[in-house]
């Protein structure tokens, strides 16, 4: 039970039975109303046609008043002077235990006597209120079994399937969604597709485990080592003279650090992907100015290797975006491209617009990404088959985190086939 809820003061099933027996009852009281009305109307219409049949009669002579008392009419009614020359509509008049349909018309009183009528309208009615709980209660009584059998029964094997399902299983058994009554086929659908969820979810995070301990391995294996030859160094016996492997040692704890920091920031950045909480900051701005300054940040770490194409003067590449984090983005695929080719092929940087599109490019000539890994490379901790082929290290977190940053920002990124060969990156935002 669900905390502050409070408990079902009935079953399903008895709600179930308990409304068809009120919606039996309602369709025999739509029905005794019906027919009420329309018993009203025929007698009515009977009266009406009585009244026109006797004043034809009076018109035509067959017909006479007598000198005192009512004029007997067949059927037990009775035509009399009126009080009034009035005309009246017809009304309901009761003398002694007799009810009579009375028409004023003319000086005269067309007096019908409805009282056998009115006696079998209220046999009739009592005889279909009796019917009609007759039949909510036989339905009632039949609904019990039609329920069990239809209803609790599958919902019973239904809930031992949910309860022996396991969660935590590698390749947990589907329920069989066919042998379900189609009312509970969704109910077995969404649990099927929850545990697939939870499946993939449960493996994404091992993975992602998995990957946090190998990639931070290298570099504290590194910084280790390193900090060793430090001490090494710095204790022996006589000192160390020589200032360059105390400088090369440092210089590789330093790099291996920055590498630690970065991959922690992008670590965590996927970490508040899922719980929500990854905030942007995305004002509009020159995606030609962004190109410029990450190339001025990168162009020291590249040796020369990094090339900028500069758009057309009168081009309009506005977009909307977050400075740093697309800063980022270019990082990210300009590491990558300078890992995957051999030096000292270049890494093109160039932007143009396409329609409403403003597309950023990373270009080498590297040995280019197949088609059927295209979509493959920007998941987390995946690399494509270039990499162990071109024996570099890489931590299967920078193009995933270009994919996460860039669809946070509107926009998306892909990877095509280079002029000349190679591999071209393209971060696509909409132009504003």
Request: hydrophobic residues 45%; aromatic residues 4%; charged residues 20%.
């Amino acid at each position: 039970m669900i905390p502050g809820s409070r408990p079902s003061e009935r079953s399903l099933r008895e709600r179930l039975q308990r409304t068809t027996f009120l919606a039996v009852l309602a369709g025999y009281g739509v029905l005794l109303i019906l027919n009420q009305g329309l018993l009203v109307l025929q007698r009515r219409a009977a009266h009406a046609n009585l009244v026109e049949a006797v004043w034809q009669q009076l018109n035509i002579g067959r017909l006479e008043m007598p000198a005192a008392g009512p004029l007997l009419l067949s059927g037990g009614d009775q035509l009399q002077p009126a009080a009034t020359l009035e005309s009246q509509s017809p009304r309901i008049e009761q003398v002694g235990s007799q009810r009579w349909l009375v028409s004023t018309r003319g000086g005269l009183e067309v007096r019908q006597n409805i009282t056998a009528d009115l006696e079998a309208q209220r046999t009739a009615a009592l005889l279909l209120v009796a019917v009609a709980g007759f039949s909510s209660l036989v339905t009632s009584t039949l609904l019990e079994p039609v329920l069990r059998a239809g209803l609790q029964r599958p919902l019973e094997r239904l809930t031992r399937a949910l309860g022996a399902a396991d969660p935590d299983a590698a390749k947990p058994e589907p329920i069989p969604e066919v042998e379900q009554p189609v009312e509970l086929q969704p109910i077995a659908h969404a649990f099927n597709d929850l545990q697939r969820r939870l499946v993939a979810s449960h493996q994404e995070q091992r993975t992602f485990i998995d990957g946090v301990a190998h990639e931070l391995r290298t570099p504290l294996t590194l910084i280790s080592g390193n900090a060793q030859r430090l001490e090494r160094l710095l204790v022996a016996d006589p000192p160390e003279a020589d200032a360059e492997p105390l400088r090369q040692a440092g210089q590789a704890i330093h790099a291996e650090a920055d590498r630690m920091t970065r991959l922690v920031r992008d670590l965590l950045d996927l970490a508040r992907r899922e719980g929500g909480r990854l905030e942007l900051q995305v004002v509009a701005l020159d995606a030609a100015d962004a190109l410029l300054e990450a190339y001025e940040r990168l162009e020291s770490m590249a040796a020369g290797r990094l090339r900028l194409q500069f758009p057309h003067e009168d081009a309009d590449l506005r977009v909307l975006a977050d400075p740093d984090r697309l800063c980022q983005c270019l990082t990210n695929l300009v590491e990558n491209a300078l890992k995957y080719t051999p030096s000292p092929t270049p890494v093109e940087l160039a932007v143009e617009r396409q329609d409403q599109t403003v597309v950023l490019h990373v270009r080498d000539h590297g040995p280019g990404v197949p088609p059927g890994e295209r979509e493959g490379i920007f998941a987390l901790f995946q690399r494509g088959m270039a990499a162990p082929q071109a024996s570099v290290s890489g931590s299967g977190i920078g193009l995933a985190m270009v994919r996460l940053l860039m669809e946070r920002m509107g926009g998306s990124v892909r990877v095509a086939d280079a002029p000349g060969g190679g591999a071209d990156f393209q971060l696509l935002l909409p132009a504003c």
